[in-house]
């Protein structure tokens, strides 16, 4: 099997939601993005698949969330933006991009800074 990594980042705001403390008032973070997908296959070229199509199709989904309030967005009306939910979501919303036989997004890792990440993979 081959694993495929790439690393990225968005900037957004948030407030935690059925949360006591610091994290329920307006905060933002720049989130570090880790995305691994894996596949058994190779194209001609020795690619699982272009690191660019990953890093863009990940960067588009990302666009959607940059500079945002994320409790505002649809995904999180009613779900607390913490980075374990945040992970979920881009691993759902990636998998419906690149899961298919062949290809499997296996984990997305979400860092809120240089300590503290979550991670989603099923
Ligand atoms: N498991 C999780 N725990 C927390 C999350 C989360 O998404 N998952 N999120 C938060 C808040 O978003 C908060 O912004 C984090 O702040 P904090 O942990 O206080 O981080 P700091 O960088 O300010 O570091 P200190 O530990 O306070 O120095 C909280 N928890
Ligand atoms: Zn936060």
């Excluded at 948030?14 to 949360?19: A, S, V």
């Excluded at 994290?23 to 989130?31: D, F, I, P, S, T």
Aim: aromatic share 12%; hydrophobic share 40%.
């Amino acid at each position: 099997m081959y694993r495929l990594t790439i690393h990225t980042a968005f900037a957004a705001a948030h407030n935690l939601i059925h949360y006591q403390g610091d994290c329920e008032n307006l905060h933002g973070h720049n989130w570090k993005v880790e995305v691994s997908i894996t596949t058994a296959e190779l194209d001609k070229a020795g690619l699982g698949i272009d690191f660019k199509i990953l890093k863009r199709e990940t960067n588009t989904l990302l666009k959607t969330l940059d500079h945002k309030y994320l409790n505002e967005l649809e995904p999180f009306k009613s779900l607390s933006p913490s980075s374990e939910n945040i992970a979920r979501y881009l691993y759902v919303e990636l998998t419906k991009i690149f899961g298919s036989d062949k290809v499997k997004v296996e984990m997305v890792t979400v860092w809120e800074s240089d300590y503290a990440a979550a991670s989603y993979y099923e």
